[in-house]
């Protein structure tokens, strides 16, 4: 059974950085798709950014060239770099993981929010 747990969320000013961490067990880890996604009040989960097994990245335009995902298979984590936050970065952000297309778990989420 999959299991996902993130952590690295927390309180942040705006323009300051947070690195967010996933741990996966119960999955071969490099040979899925991981990405993370966020989820802010009133509003629907959207993607943030995937990274593939061949460590290809995709980014929502929001967070291009301010967020970073990287994986390090060795220790089955995947990770989220953000610099430059904004308060609209402020969300709920979710790391899953993927398989040809089918979702295999989610994490319960951590707490990021960008205030002054």
């Known amino acids: 059974q999959v299991q996902l747990v993130e952590s690295g969320g927390g309180l942040v000013q705006p323009g300051g950085s947070l690195r967010l961490s996933c741990a996966a067990s119960g999955i071969i880890f490099s040979i899925h798709v991981m990405g993370w996604y966020r989820q802010a009040p009133g509003k629907q989960r959207e993607l943030v950014a995937t990274?593939?097994?061949?460590?290809?990245?995709n980014y929502a335009t929001s967070v291009k060239g301010r967020f970073t995902i990287s994986r390090d298979n060795a220790k089955n984590t995947v990770y989220l770099q953000m610099n430059d936050l904004k308060p609209e970065d402020a969300a709920v952000y979710y790391c899953?993981?993927?398989?040809?297309?089918?979702?295999?778990?989610w994490g319960q989420g951590t707490q990021v929010t960008v205030s002054s």
């Open positions: 990274i593939t097994s061949g460590s290809s990245t």
């Open positions: 899953n993981a993927q398989r040809y297309g089918v979702v295999q778990g």
